[in-house]
């Protein structure tokens, strides 16, 4: 039978939704080749919603009591540093973390909005600017490509709720776009559908290496396109994906141990925490980890847990209020779905990857968007607070058993005498990754685009 040309619908036609993701490095005129910083990787563990500080990473046993946490303070594994019962099993690994206590976000505009500050988070960048700046995942998938060939060099875990919209490719080519693996991985059997060869076995998709050069038939011009030798290197990187088995073994939980499983607890926070160790010891360059536990039968009222408590952030169960509100859809602070969940997989984490030597060139994050306000509102809630919130880093060298910054007795204002946001936030992890911010990046019409250009490296992390 006589091989048959493919068109670019063919090529669109083979289902692979996430080839764009995986186009070879393309140097910028001018930028730099080599990187020398601590981080090879970066693991970013986006808590989304507004995390509680003052419930968490920063008691605050003498506020007034009508608006004081709940939640004990307790010691940690660092002499005279608390944190609050919440974080019990993360305080046993206190000495491989940096808690940043004084984190801030003065941008106007951001703070009540979580659309924007989820965007801020991924690009390290404020919103609404005269360029619309890329995630720096994305930059960093675009400027230091990927040791690992067979998958997408930046990729979100797994990339389901309505804020893994505010993702931005920005003036950035396609093909490092964040590849969201979808789905719940916590659930048995589960597998990343874009990895699949949708309708075609792994003999015709051999079978037909010709389509590059055949791609011109579909597409007039495109042999003389300056994007040609891009599709060359996208056709291998696919095949090599599609085919590879070591492709699908980052993504197999299963073949995890189940007492490791176990540890890092079996609901989904857990496991995408599970799955996020895998994909950085696979050679992922960048990966994020977005999740919070989806709908479920044990959780009724659950219908979107993330860190939004505007009511009844104690509550024992949900946090619907007759008559509806603000925060309703998820469940108090301290029940399984949300902070001991959390806690229990932070933990797993840091002790897994400390084990295998990841630590040693992963930079791991642990951010949320902005804190929540000192003070219980009418709803027995807290709102959003962009005064003063708390990060946590581990790894790539960041000095382990450090508390940076504080706040006053309420923990609503920052009373160290430094201040960090979140473009230092992004400064830091290019810093880490040696992404030379000085040497711009251009957008097609040639402009040139500094990284982070409001933001400093928080020195405290070097």
């Not at 404020?126 to 675009?142: C, F, L, N, W």
């Not at 911010?437 to 928080?458: H, K, M, N, V």
């Amino acid at each position: 039978m006589p091989r048959r040309f493919l068109s670019r619908r063919s090529f669109v036609g083979l289902g692979v939704c996430g080839l764009s993701s995986l186009t070879a490095f393309r140097p910028a005129s001018g930028q730099q080749k080599s990187f020398d910083g601590p981080a090879k990787q970066v693991l970013v563990l986006f808590e989304q919603g507004g995390v509680s500080h003052t419930d968490t990473w920063d008691p605050k046993p003498d506020a007034p009591e009508e608006h004081r946490s709940p939640f004990k303070p307790i010691q940690t594994k660092l002499p005279g540093v608390r944190l609050t019962e919440l974080l019990t099993k993360t305080a046993e690994h206190l000495d491989k973390l940096t808690i940043v206590r004084c984190m801030t976000q003065p941008t106007p505009g951001i703070g009540n909005s979580h659309p924007k500050g989820s965007q801020y988070i991924f690009s390290g960048e404020a919103p609404g600017g005269p360029v619309e700046m890329p995630d720096i995942s994305s930059v960093a998938s675009y400027v230091m490509g990927s040791p690992a060939r067979h998958l997408p060099s930046n990729i979100m875990v797994p990339g389901t709720s309505e804020q893994q919209q505010n993702t931005r490719i920005g003036f950035l080519p396609p093909a490092h776009t964040v590849f969201k693996t979808g789905g719940r991985p916590h659930q048995p059997g589960w597998k990343v559908p874009n990895l699949g060869l949708v309708g075609v076995s792994e003999d015709q998709f051999k079978d037909r290496t010709s389509l590059l050069s055949n791609l011109d038939v579909g597409v007039p011009g495109l042999a003389a396109a300056k994007d040609a030798k891009a599709l060359a290197s996208l056709k291998s990187q696919a095949e090599d994906m599609l085919t590879n088995p070591a492709t699908r073994k980052a993504f197999d939980l299963e073949a995890e141990p189940l007492k490791l499983r176990e540890q890092y607890g079996p609901g989904h926070r857990g496991q995408c925490y599970l799955l996020g160790r895998k994909l950085i010891e696979s050679g992922v360059r960048f990966v994020t980890i977005d999740c919070r536990e989806p709908p479920d039968a044990r959780y009724p009222g659950g219908g979107n847990m993330n860190w939004d408590h505007h009511d009844h952030i104690y509550s024992k169960k949900d946090t619907a209020i007759k008559g509806g509100g603000a925060g309703a859809g998820r469940w108090g602070i301290g029940t399984e779905p949300m902070m001991p969940s959390t806690d229990r997989a932070f933990a797993a984490l840091l002790s897994d990857m400390s084990d295998r030597g990841l630590l040693e060139e992963t930079l791991v994050c642990f951010v949320t968007e902005f804190g929540r306000t000192p003070k219980i509102n009418e709803r027995l809630g807290r709102d959003h607070w962009t005064h003063a919130f708390s990060f946590a880093f581990a790894g790539a060298k960041v000095p382990g058993g450090q508390v940076v910054g504080s706040t006053d007795k309420d923990g609503g204002y920052i009373t160290s005498s430094k201040a960090y946001t979140i473009e230092d936030y992004g400064a830091t992890i290019f810093e880490k990754l040696g992404i030379d911010r000085e040497e711009p990046l251009y957008t097609p019409s040639d402009r040139p685009i500094f990284l982070a250009r409001e933001g400093q490296p928080i020195p405290e992390l070097f």
